[in-house]
């Protein structure tokens, strides 16, 4: 699946995210809450938020919520 939010790759928002994560230590947030936070649509902020759990780099809390890991 290729998946763009306004001319940006997947790689491009995964960095975006990553950013967002270093800038505000100790971020927790929901699906909706990353929507709003990022601005990206249901589909792309489900990619996004999956492939850097898959990375190691966020994980997702019995509550739902993805912070760093």
Do not use: K, N
Not at 9 to 16: A, M
Not at 32 to 52: I, K
């Amino acid at each position: 699946m290729h998946v763009e939010t306004q001319g940006e790759t997947i790689r491009e928002l995964t960095s975006r995210v990553q950013a967002e994560y270093a800038e505000m230590p100790g971020l927790s947030v929901t699906m909706p809450q990353a929507q709003r936070l990022l601005g990206f649509d249901r589909q792309t902020c489900d990619v996004v938020l999956r492939a850097l759990t898959a990375r190691g780099f966020l994980r997702r809390t019995a509550q739902g919520r993805y912070v760093r890991h």
